[in-house]
């Protein structure tokens, strides 16, 4: 009878889990302000620096303090930057069109470029990068038809790829934070939280923000999203205290 309890037990913990997985939490900003960056296309926070990093849609890769004013620029000619991604080292800028990935150090000044080849539409390249430290690896996103993760080594060679069309109708940027990876969905307007070895989704937030495309958290572990229509960042507390 106890083992018959348990099992109970373990079975409803997993429909509420499934549960809080399915259903979203609906987030509501503390905040909002325009930022001085045209089309921007995603957003990662440096904490050495206490400042954004945020590309656009016409090549160029901003620092901006965390009120969007704009400290430094640089432009890539015939280039569309759709994500953002800095370690203490390096940032490293993905342009979908030519699927090339930008490595530059902290003074802005262009190490590499690596190409990382994938044979979609020229609009539906590569829309998310990160690094996934549970893996240890690199992994980029494709943002719709299909939407695929693929896990990359040191030198940007594709180890592995994972269909993620399940999950959400496309996804716009990607954060590795508090040993989860967090996606953002711009069509569905939604945060998601996965479990970063199996990909699998743990949680999601609904979002009031038109267009979402970037987001990240702070060192406070304050969410704060890029809207690129808008041309604004919003601010939010927590997801995960709220």
């Not at 991604?85 to 490293?92: A, G, K, R, W």
């Amino acid at each position: 009878m106890k083992q018959t309890n348990r099992l109970i037990v373990v079975a409803f913990s997993l429909l509420a889990l499934n549960s809080i997985a399915q259903k979203p939490t609906k987030l509501k900003p503390t905040r909002s302000i325009a930022i001085q960056v045209p089309e921007p296309s995603d957003i990662c926070y440096h904490a050495n620096t206490n400042s954004l990093f945020v590309v656009s849609d016409n090549g160029i890769l901003f620092e901006t303090d965390l009120e969007g004013k704009v400290i430094r620029q640089i432009k890539q000619p015939n280039t569309d930057f759709e994500a953002v991604y800095t370690d203490n080292q390096f940032i490293y800028a993905i342009d979908e069109t030519h699927r090339d990935i930008y490595v530059y150090d902290l003074t802005f000044k262009k190490i590499r470029v690596v190409n990382v080849p994938y044979s979609g539409g020229r609009n539906k390249g590569y829309e998310a990068i990160a690094f996934n430290k549970s893996k240890n690896s690199f992994v980029v996103i494709t943002e719709r038809d299909p939407i695929t993760l693929f896990e990359l080594d040191a030198n940007f060679k594709i180890t592995n790829q994972i269909d993620l069309a399940a999950i959400a109708r496309d996804i716009s940027s990607a954060y590795y934070y508090q040993d989860a990876l967090w996606l953002l969905s711009d069509e569905d307007m939604m945060l998601l939280k996965l479990n970063p070895q199996t990909y699998e989704v743990l949680q999601k937030w609904a979002l009031p923000v038109i267009n979402p495309e970037g987001f990240t958290f702070d060192r406070d572990g304050n969410l704060i999203i890029a809207c690129d229509d808008m041309q604004r960042l919003y601010y939010f507390n927590n997801p995960e205290k709220n």
